[in-house]
């Protein structure tokens, strides 16, 4: 049977594939809207990461020519392709991690919160294959709004008894991507050098860059954190316009979600020190769910870190973020309780 087989997905190899190199197992992974403008790019580097030794593509449309695609790449990972709701179950089982970039993106003059009304069903029937059929498996939510659909998610997984919080992350790694970058820029150093803390949510003034604990420490002027706040809440508008109307970031994000998914499989591995940002269940703030920098082990986010010290603009930044937050967060708890 060839490796890009549209059934199976019990997560056992199949004759014709092989593991990775060194016998190492690896770990499984979903990437459900596989086909879409993330998900392809996505699909490509999740491909070449060492880590994965099976590769699931699902997506309601053009899965068989994408796993075609991606699975003549010379990298360890068996990858295995799901077509529609039929195969979702096939596609999910025996997962590891599972990352969702499935759901419509913006047009110029959308706020991310104009997605909900379709994302949000579609945001739930994927996380009610993925408690019937991994319930132990880690979720990276990328579908928009995130603000709202990481609530969406943790509601559908507590009413299927299944909820671990550990285990919901709602993918912010672009922010902190395009922060990094956006500094750089000003201090004229390498991104890559730059570590820029981002708190809050992902959409507009829930997005809160923390200038204040730059790393390598640097200080801005008011014009400078005036300018560098306001670019990153507008980093993804700033995109869907150049885009014109035809989609948002895409190769960015598959980008920042590979480096997330990567961190994240680190941390099952048990690497010690895995930290990024994430927006997960949260005692930080008086909200359910909040962006910080997590620790990212076996168990998934294990440790929350606090906020650290604040400037004054900082937290009257985080007032107008949790504002807005609380509002997005209840809209994606009641979409679900308000069901029958
Ligand atoms: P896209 O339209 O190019 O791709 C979305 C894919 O999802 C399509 O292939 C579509 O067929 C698939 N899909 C739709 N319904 C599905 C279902 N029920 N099951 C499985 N797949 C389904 O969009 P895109 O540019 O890839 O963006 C996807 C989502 O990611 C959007 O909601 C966008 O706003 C969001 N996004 C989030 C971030 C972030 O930082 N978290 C960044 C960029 C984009
Ligand atoms: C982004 O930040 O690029 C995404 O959330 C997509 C968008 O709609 O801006």
Known sequence: RPSNSQEGGDGVLERGE??????????????????????????LLMKINPLVSVLHLYDVVNTPGVTADVS?????????????????????????LVIIPAGVPRK?????????????????????????????????LISNPVNSTVAIAAEVFKKAGTYDPKKLLGVTTLDVARANTFVAEVLGVDPREVDVPVVGGHAGVTILPLLSQVKPPSSFTAEETAYLTD?????????????????????????????????????????????????????????????????????????????????EYERIGLEKAKKELAGSIQKGIDFIRNQA
């Open 231 to 311: 670019r990153i809440q507008n980093g993804g508008t700033e995109v869907v316009e150049a885009k014109a109307g035809t989609g948002s970031a895409t190769l960015s994000m598959a980008y920042a979600a590979a480096k997330f998914a990567n961190s994240c499989l680190r941390g099952l591995k048990g690497e010690a020190g895995v930290v990024e940002c994430s927006f997960v269940d949260s005692q930080v703030t008086e909200l359910p769910f909040f962006a910080t920098k997590v620790r990212l082990g076996r168990a998934g986010a294990e440790e929350v870190y606090q906020l650290g010290p604040l400037n």
């Open 18 to 43: 092989c593991r990775a190199k060194g016998g190492a197992p690896g770990f499984k992974v979903a990437i459900l809207g596989a086909a879409g403008g993330i998900g392809q790019p996505l699909a």
């Open 108 to 140: 110029p003059g959308m706020t991310r919160d104009d997605l909900f009304k379709i994302n949000a069903g579609i945001v739930k029937t994927l996380c009610e294959g993925i408690a019937k059929a991994c319930p132990n498996a880690i979720v990276n």
């Open 72 to 96: 003549h790449m010379d990298t360890g990972a068996v990858v295995r392709g799901f077509l529609g709701q039929a195969q979702l179950e096939s596609a999910l089982t025996g997962m590891d």
